[in-house]
C-alpha cells in the first residue's frame, strides 16, 4: 500500500500543473504536439524523483511567470540526494500567458513518461525537459526529427524562395542574440512564407549552428510542402505560409546576412571510421592543428579553394583536406568549412572521418589519401521533381557528358557551365576534382559520376559525389552567371574515336546505329577477320582496358596453383593473386581451345565491362592475351559470391544486408539495361554471381554471356544461354531475349534472398513437387508470404509490411508475360517507395522446370540450342490453391 506522504507528493505532482489556468485567458499556445521520448530507466527512490520534480518545475514556472522568460533553466536537490536539471523554452513570440499555457499543457505530457528518470516533449509553442545530469549545452542528438504538412505549394518559385528563407535562418541564427530569428518572405503570387528559428540560449554559437544546419537539412524532405518543422534537442526550426505569429514581430536579419552570402551547407554524406585512434590526446592535437592550417590557408588567399595539411604528434600522423566550390566566395567557404569541421567532430576519436555538403567537403585520415578519388562509398543525391521540359533528360546527359569529359584537362579541375534548352529554362552544372589528384584519376572519377547521375535523370536536380571529385546539375541557379567557364576549347582536344561516341549518345538511336554500322564496316574491310555473331555489335568501338602482362599475373597466382583457386567457372578458373604493388585482385583465366564461343565472350565481357562504371557492377582491371588463353583482371571480392552466404557456410544474413543486396542488384541492372549508352542484356544473373564487397554491398559480374540490344528492336531471337532455374519462359523455350528476360531472373534471385533457400529445391507435400517459385505464389495467394521469410533472419529485424512488398516486386518481376514485368529502374522506385500501388498486384508466374541429366548441372550456365541440348525445359502453372 501507498506510504500517505508518498501519495501527497504525487498529488501535488499532479495538480501543481494545473495552477496557470488561474492566471488569465489564453490566446493560441501553440500545442501542436510535435514528440516526446522518455527514459527507459526509472527512479529508484520515487519519493525523492517525484519531490525533485515537483520543486524544479515550481522554479521553471515562476521565472517564466514573474520575470516573463521565454528561456528558463532549474535545479534541485530533494532529501534522497537526486539532483534533477530541467529546461523550458517557449517561441519569443508568444506572450506571457500562451508561454505559461504551453507550460501546462507540456508538463502535463511529460507526466505519462510516470517515473522516467529522464524525459522530453515538444511542442509548436515550447519544449519542456529534465534529466539526472546537466544537459544544457546540447543541441543535437540521434533522434532529431522532422514534421512535415501535406499540402505541396501551387506556387512555381516556392521551393526556391522556401530554401533562400531556411538558409538565411541556418546562417544568422547562430549570430543573434538570444539565438532566435523570425522573418516573413513574400511568394510570386500573393502568399508569404512565415519562418523562426530558434537554439536554447546556454548554447554555443558553433553548436547553435550546428544544429541549424542540422534542421536545414532535415527540412529539405518537407519541400515543397507548405508547412515544416524540425527539431532537435536544442534548436526548433518552423516554417509555413499561414501565419503562425504577427507581422510586426519579424526579425531583421539582414545585418546578420550582410558578413556572409550562402555557404550551401547542405549535408549530403557523412563517414565516420570504425576504428578509433588508441592514442587520443596527440590524436586531437593533430585534428586541431591541421584543421588550424586548413583554415588559415583559405583565409589568407582570397583565390584559394583547396587544402591540405598533416601534423604528427606522439607518432600518431594525420593528414586532412578541404575543398569549396570555385563559385563561392570567401567568407562562404570559411562558413562551410566551420560547419563541416564542427560536424565532422561528432565522429569522436574515429581515426578516419568525411563530410560532403554542396559547398565543400573535408576529410581527415590517419594515413596519406590526396591522390584518391573513387571509392566504394560514393553515391548520389537526386532531387524529387521532375522536369517538364521535352527532351530535358537528353540535354542534361550531354552537359554532364561534356563535363565528364573537359574537367580533367581544365586547370584546378574545376568546371561551370550554363546550358539554355530549346524548350526554355536552363540546365546550371558544375564538376570539380581534388587538385593533388592526376588527370587519369579524376577522369575516371568524373565517370563514375556521370553513370550514377543517369539515376537523378529526369529529375530537375542531381549531385554525384566521390573521394575525390563533385557533380551537380541543376535548373534551379545555385551559381551567379558570370561564374561560368568557357569549356568549348577542351571539348574539341582528344580524338576523333571518343568524340564520335559523346556525338553518337546525343544524336539518338539513329544517329547512333548509322555510326556504329558505318564503323563496324570500315573495320570489316580493313581488318577481314571473323567477327563475333552480333554478341558486341555497337562494343567494338568500346575502349578497352588495361593489358596484364602474362609473367606478371602467373607470379601473382603462383602459376595458376590450386592454392590460389577461388572456383571454377563454365570455361576456366579464377584465382585470387597478389600483384607486385601489393594489390590483390581477381584472376579470371580462360582456355579458347574448350569452346569455339569463348573468344567471342572474352572479346564481348572485355569491352562492355570495361567501359560500364556502376559502384553495383564488378570493376575490370584489365586483361591478358597469350596463345589460347585469354585472362581478365577484376577487382578482388573478399567476400566472395552471394550463393556462400545464402547457401553455404559464410553465415547468415541480416535483414538490411538482404535489403541492400536487393536494391544495389535492381540499380546495377538499371544501369545495364537503361543508364549505359548501348543496353546490356547480361542473360545469366543468378545468386553465384553476384559478388559482395567488404560492406556486403552487391556487384553483378560474369558479362561472358552479355549480348547488346539495339535501339531499335524490343527483343532478340537468339539461341538459349544461362542458368535453367533462373531462366524467363519466354527465352528458354523461344529464345526471345530482352531486358525482361534479366528482370525475370532477378526476381528468382531476390526470392531466394527473402528465404535462404535455392529457386532449383523441391519441396514434397500431399500436393505434390512444388519449386521455390511456385510455393511463393501459393503463400501469396493465401496471404501467408512472411512465411517465405529465411528463419535465420531475427524477426525483430524487418517490418512485416515491406518484406510482403518486396516478396510482390519479386513476383511481378516473374509474370508470365515479359510485358507486365516492370523495367529495373521502375523496379527500383518500387523498392524505395513506402507502399505496394495497388493496380501493380502481381499476376500468377510461369515456371521453367529444367530436367538436366545431371542434378548438378543445373546450377551451370550453358550456352546451346535447345534442341540439341542434353537439357529440356517445360512450362509449369503454378496451381492456385
Known sequence: MMKPNLLVLILIWCCTINIVHA??????????????????????????????????????????????????????????????????????????????????????????????????????????????????????????????????????????????????????????????????????????????????????????????????????????NTEGRAYDAGCFVRYSTTPFFADNQTIDITPYLDQVGNPQPYLLNKGCS?????????????????????????????NKHFATANSTRGEVLTYAMFQCRNY?????????????STQIRNCSAANGA???????????????????????????????????????????????????????????FYAATKATMAGGGAIYAVAQCVETAAENDCLRCMQVGYNNLQSCLPNTEGRAYDAGCFMRYSTTPFFPDNQTIDITPYLKRGGSRKKWIIVGVVVGSGGLLLIILAVFAFRRSRKPKRFPRGDILGATELKGPVNYKYADLKGATQNFSNENKLGEGGFGGVYKGTLKNGKIVA????????????????????????????????????????????????????????????????????????????????????????????SIIHRDIKTANILLDDDLQPKIADFGLARLLPEDRSHLSTRFAGTLGYTAP?????????????????????????????????????????????????????????ELVDEAIDPNEYDAEEAKKIIEIALLCTQASAATRPTMSEAVVLLKSKSFPD???????????????????????????????????????????
Open 23 to 224: 492566471y488569465g485567458s489564453v490566446a493560441n499556445p501553440q500545442t501542436h504536439f510535435l514528440n516526446q521520448r522518455c527514459s527507459k530507466y526509472n527512479a529508484s527512490n520515487l519519493r525523492s524523483f517525484f519531490g525533485s520534480i515537483n520543486e524544479s518545475f515550481s522554479r521553471l514556472r515562476d521565472q517564466v511567470n514573474n520575470h516573463r522568460k521565454h528561456f528558463v533553466t532549474a535545479e534541485s536537490q530533494a532529501r534522497g540526494k537526486i539532483l534533477t536539471h530541467t529546461m523550458f523554452q517557449c517561441r519569443n513570440y508568444l506572450s506571457r500567458i500562451d508561454c505559461l499555457a504551453c507550460f501546462n499543457t507540456a508538463s502535463t505530457q511529460i507526466r505519462n513518461c510516470s517515473s522516467a528518470k529522464a524525459a522530453r516533449v515538444i511542442y509548436d509553442g515550447c519544449f519542456l525537459r529534465y534529466e539526472r545530469g546537466r544537459f544544457y549545452n546540447q543541441t543535437t542528438e540521434p533522434d532529431n526529427g522532422v514534421s512535415c504538412g501535406n499540402m505541396s505549394s501551387n506556387a512555381t518559385s516556392f521551393k526556391l524562395v522556401a530554401e533562400k528563407v531556411l538558409m538565411e535562418l541556418q546562417t544568422t541564427t547562430a549570430k543573434t542574440k538570444g539565438f532566435y530569428a523570425a522573418t516573413k518572405t513574400e511568394v510570386a503570387g500573393g502568399s508569404a512564407i512565415y519562418a523562426i528559428a530558434q537554439c536554447v540560449e546556454t548554447a554555443t554559437e558553433d553548436d547553435c549552428l550546428q544544429c541549424m544546419t542540422v534542421g536545414y537539412n532535415n527540412l529539405q524532405s518537407c519541400l515543397p
Open 730 to 786: 519466354e527465352y528458354a523455350m523461344h529464345g526471345q531475349l530482352s531486358e525482361k528476360a534479366d528482370t525475370y531472373s532477378y526476381g528468382i534471385v531476390v526470392l531466394e534472398i527473402v528465404s535462404g533457400q535455392k529457386s532449383t529445391n523441391v519441396k514434397e507435400d500431399e500436393d505434390g513437387r512444388e519449386y521455390l517459385l511456385q510455393r511463393a505464389w501459393g503463400l501469396y495467394e493465401r496471404g501467408m508470404q512472411l
Open 328 to 340: 563561392l566566395f570567401k567568407t562562404e567557404c570559411l562558413a562551410c568549412f566551420n560547419t563541416a
Open 587 to 678: 584472376v579470371k583465366k580462360l582456355v579458347l581451345g574448350k569452346s569455339s564461343k569463348m573468344e567471342d565472350d572474352f572479346e564481348s565481357e572485355v569491352k562492355l565491362i570495361s567501359n560500364a562504371h556502376h559502384r553495383n557492377l564488378v570493376r575490370l582491371l584489365g586483361c591478358c592475351i597469350k596463345g589460347e588463353e585469354r585472362i581478365l583482371v577484376y577487382e578482388y571480392m573478399a567476400n566472395s559470391s552471394l550463393d556462400r552466404f545464402l547457401f553455404g557456410d559464410r553465415g547468415p544474413l541480416n535483414w538490411k544486408q538482404r535489403y541492400d543486396i536487393i536494391l544495389g542488384t535492381a540499380r546495377g541492372l538499371a544501369y545495364l539495361h537503361e543508364d549505359f549508352h548501348v
Open 354 to 412: 568525411r563530410i560532403i555538403y554542396d559547398g565543400c567537403f573535408l576529410r581527415y585520415e590517419t594515413g596519406r589519401f590526396y591522390e584518391e578519388t573513387t571509392e566504394p562509398g560514393n553515391g548520389e543525391s537526386c532531387g524529387n521533381t521532375s522536369a517538364m521540359v521535352v527532351g530535358f533528360s537528353l540535354a542534361a546527359q550531354q552537359v554532364l557528358m561534356q563535363l565528364q569529359t573537359v574537367t580533367p584537362k581544365i586547370k584546378g
Open 839 to 881: 493496380h501493380l498486384r502481381p499476376t500468377m508466374p510461369v515456371f521453367v522446370v529444367s530436367s538436366l541429366k545431371s542434378r548438378e548441372d543445373n546450377s551451370r550456365s550453358v550456352s546451346t540450342t535447345a534442341s540439341s541440348s542434353n537439357a529440356t525445359a517445360s512450362i509449369s502453372l503454378p496451381s492456385a490453391r
Open 274 to 302: 570504425s576504428y578509433n585512434s588508441s592514442n587520443l590526446p596527440s590524436f586531437f592535437e593533430n585534428i586541431n592543428e591541421t584543421f588550424s592550417s586548413l583554415k588559415a590557408q583559405i583565409s589568407n588567399n582570397q
